[in-house]
């Protein structure tokens, strides 16, 4: 079997580079260890998350703010197996989607563990056994990442467990313990905290969210704490033990001071993943990683002429779409095209709710850059469609240049973010100045108000609704 590229992960990198490659006219082989495409995302990360993100804040509703809004209902009861059930629904109809996506652009999907006999060959072992070589004009690397375990306590799976299976659990735990308040530890925990699990959260930094702007990370611990969870910012742990029917884990704040010991049912590491490099097989093409990572160069190409690497397995930030734009420059440039990837424009998402997004610079980037910046916030709670929803909690937070009024980032907490932060990829794609954006209309009532509303706060101090 020949092939012009050969795609080996299946994930949202992979499958859109293979997709790619074909309506380019590329015979386009993909390789999936697994039975199932579609990679961490669709199987055990960003799909399943939403899925469950999404049951249990109707849950949340349902015990919190139907009285308000005028629905009486009984006391609503948490049926965690039927979630997870819904939650599998999910995963199969978007699995099934990809399946049909490869089949429509001529794709060959080969199950089994791909790795490289050379830089043109290709060996793929199957679970039964059997080994079947390709020869392939091209490759791209696309095989993600895995959670990374503490080094004194590996995942085992049972109570100390990795995000893949907090997805999967039987029971709502009495005691949630998690390690790492990034965009992982804090959906997690916001999905059980609604369904009634005591939720600790143990963060070695002194922010939630800490890659993100530091104004997001404040709001987003006030939100944690009205749901209820226990925060330990700037700590360290220190031991975590499997008891059987518990587990133990001890914590030092960083500062000095007195170490805590927390006693839970589980213990969720997110404490960040690893690229996933395992059994490719570098070494027969020469290929060394770099800290873990594939080195690459601009055009995501390897040391070898043919070979290329996206998504986790590279530099930058761990992020579905971020894989995607990779795969499709890639893509694009095997059919001589010259496509482009600004990094700095790529939105980041915490699907909590409220939510919370971000794309550009932060508040503390600039500081370090020393450049000159002026600051627009606004305030849901200022909003009419957030009095409207009961959605107040968060604000819209603009960085602007001083002297240019270029918006340099937008960062934002609050009810439909992630689907606002587009708006503020659009308009730094285009170096759209504050002014610009506060000069657009803006539909009334709306969330993205308060956009205007923060660019008005940066160009001239003149929010009208603060």
């Known amino acids: 079997m020949q092939y012009n590229v050969t795609v080996i ?13 074909a309506q380019l006219g590329f015979r386009t082989a993909i390789i999936e260890k697994y ?14 998350s939403k899925a469950l993100l999404d049951s249990t804040e109707h849950f949340h509703n349902a015990a919190h703010t139907f009285k308000e809004h005028g629905v009486e209902i009984n006391e609503p009861k948490a049926n965690l197996a039927q979630m997870i059930k819904r939650k599998a629904g999910v995963i199969k109809s978007n699995v099934e989607g990809i399946a049909y996506l490869m089949k429509k652009n001529k794709i060959d999907v080969h199950t089994g563990v791909g790795s490289f006999v050379d830089k043109n060959t290709i060996k793929i072992a199957g679970k039964d056994g059997k080994e079947t070589q390709i020869t392939t004009e091209k490759v791209i690397i696309a095989t993600g990442s895995k959670p990374t375990p503490l080094p004194f306590a590996p995942f085992d799976k049972k109570r100390i467990i990795s995000s893949t299976e907090a997805l999967e659990l039987k029971e709502i735990p009495k005691h949630l313990i998690i390690i790492g308040g990034g965009v992982i530890g804090m959906e997690l925990g916001s999905v059980y905290a609604r369904i009634g699990s005591k939720v600790t ?21 006030k939100v944690a704490k009205k749901l209820g969870m226990e925060l330990y910012l ?10 059987g029917k518990e587990v133990v884990l001890k914590a030092e704040p960083k500062s000095g001071g007195n170490a805590i010991e927390l006693k839970g049912d589980y213990c969720l590491v997110s404490v960040g993943r690893r690229p996933y490099t395992d059994g490719l097989g570098l070494d027969k093409v020469g290929i060394e990683l770099d800290k873990g990572k594939i080195p690459v ?55 909590t709710w409220p939510e919370v997004a971000s794309v550009g610079l ?13 600051v ?16 107040m909690d968060g604000l819209v937070k603009i960085l602007a240049d001083k ?20 708006a503020g990829v659009v308009a730094m794609e285009y170096r759209a100045s504050a002014e610009d954006v506060s000069r657009m209309s803006h539909a009334h009532p709306t969330y993205m108000e308060a956009v205007k509303e923060a660019c008005l706060a940066a160009t001239a101090n003149r929010p009208i609704h603060m």
Do not use: W
């Open 376 to 391: 627009g916030n606004f305030p849901y709670k200022a909003l009419g469609r957030a009095r409207a929803s009961m959605d």
């Open 403 to 422: 002297n240019t009024d270029e918006i340099l980032g937008v960062h934002i907490i609050g009810a439909r973010a992630a689907d606002m932060i587009a």
């Open 297 to 351: 160069d601009d055009h995501l190409k390897t040391k070898v002429d043919n070979i290329y690497a996206i998504g986790d397995v590279v530099r930058g930030a761990m992020l579905a779409h971020k894989a995607e734009e990779e795969g499709v420059l890639v893509a694009e440039q095997f059919a001589g095209q010259k496509p482009h990837i600004n990094y700095n424009l790529i939105p980041g998402v915490v699907y």
């Open 201 to 221: 959260v143990i963060e070695f930094l002194d922010s939630l969210i800490p890659t993100m702007d530091g104004t997001l990370g404040k709001e987003l611990a």
């Open 35 to 48: 039975d199932t495409l579609g990679g961490t995302c669709l199987n055990v990360g960003c799909i399943p």
């Open 362 to 374: 932060t508040e503390e980037q600039l500081k370090e850059q020393g450049k000159a910046f002026k």
């Open 9 to 21: 992960g299946s994930g949202p990198g992979g499958y859109v580079a293979a997709i790619r490659c």
């Open 234 to 243: 700037s700590h360290k742990v220190t031991a975590l033990e499997n008891k």
